[in-house]
C-alpha cells in the first residue's frame, strides 16, 4: 500500500511540473517587467532633472546611481540593453523577455558580436590560431560561437530550421574559407549570424547587418 501511495505522489508531481514551470516561467517575467519600469522610472526622473538625454554611457550611470545591481534587473539573468527612445529617453530593455521579438534578437546579436571580437582579441594575444569555438556570456548563459569556413544555409529561427535548435552563434573569419577581406582585416571577424527559435540576424564584413529579424 505504502508503495502504490509513493507511486501516486510521484505522478502526481509529473503531471503538475509543467504547470509548475510556465508557473515560474510567468513569474519571472512579471518580476523582470517590474525591474524594467523601475529602470525606466529612473531614466525618465534624470531626463528631467537635467533635460538632456545624455549618451548611453550617461544613462548607464544613472542606472548605476539609481539601481546599483543593474546588471542584475533582469532575475533570469536576461542582458538588459539602453535604446533610445523617440522623445530621446533612453529605454532599457531585456534580451530574454523583450516582446518584440525580432528586437530583441538583433540586440541580442549585436552583443553577441561584441563580445566574441573582444574574446577573439584577447585570444590572439595567446595564439595565432583562431579557436574553433568561442563562449561568451549573454543571457545569463554561455553561447557557443562555432567557427565556420563557409556561410550557412540558416535563415529564420532554429525552431523552423531543421539541424538547429535554441540559440545558436557562427563566426567567419575573413580571408579564410569563403570570407573576402572587405570592410575588416585579414584574420578579422569578417562573418556572424545570430539565431535564436523565432528570428535570425546575418553579419558580413561588406554588406553589415541583414537577415529574418531585419525584415519587416
Request: charged share 20%.
Amino acid at each position: 500500500m505504502a508503495v502504490l501511495l509513493a507511486l501516486i505522489a510521484v505522478m502526481l508531481v509529473i503531471i503538475a511540473l509543467p504547470g509548475l514551470k510556465v508557473f515560474e516561467e510567468r513569474a519571472q517575467v512579471i518580476a523582470c517587467e517590474q525591474a524594467l519600469a523601475s529602470a525606466r522610472d529612473g531614466l525618465i526622473i534624470e531626463y528631467f532633472n537635467t533635460f538632456q538625454a545624455g549618451t548611453t554611457q550617461d544613462a548607464m550611470n544613472t542606472l548605476d546611481a539609481v539601481m546599483p545591481a543593474r546588471p542584475n534587473i533582469c532575475p533570469s539573468g536576461g542582458t538588459v540593453y539602453l535604446v533610445r527612445g523617440a522623445n530621446g529617453i533612453f529605454v532599457p530593455i531585456c534580451g530574454l523577455h523583450a516582446t518584440d521579438g525580432k528586437q530583441r534578437c538583433r540586440l541580442n546579436a549585436s552583443r553577441a558580436k561584441e563580445l566574441l571580437e573582444n574574446s577573439l582579441t584577447k585570444a590572439k594575444k595567446k595564439s595565432s590560431e583562431t579557436p574553433e569555438e568561442v563562449q561568451i556570456p549573454l543571457n545569463g548563459k554561455l553561447l557557443n560561437c562555432v567557427l565556420v569556413d563557409e556561410a550557412l544555409n540558416l535563415r529564420r529561427g532554429t525552431s523552423s530550421t531543421n539541424g538547429y535548435e535554441g540559440v545558436v552563434a557562427f563566426f567567419g573569419i575573413a580571408g579564410q574559407g569563403e570570407f573576402p577581406v572587405k570592410g575588416v582585416k585579414a584574420g578579422e571577424v569578417g562573418y556572424f549570424i545570430y539565431a535564436d527559435e523565432d528570428h535570425c540576424c546575418v553579419w558580413r564584413s561588406d554588406d553589415g547587418w541583414t537577415g529574418e529579424a531585419y525584415q519587416y
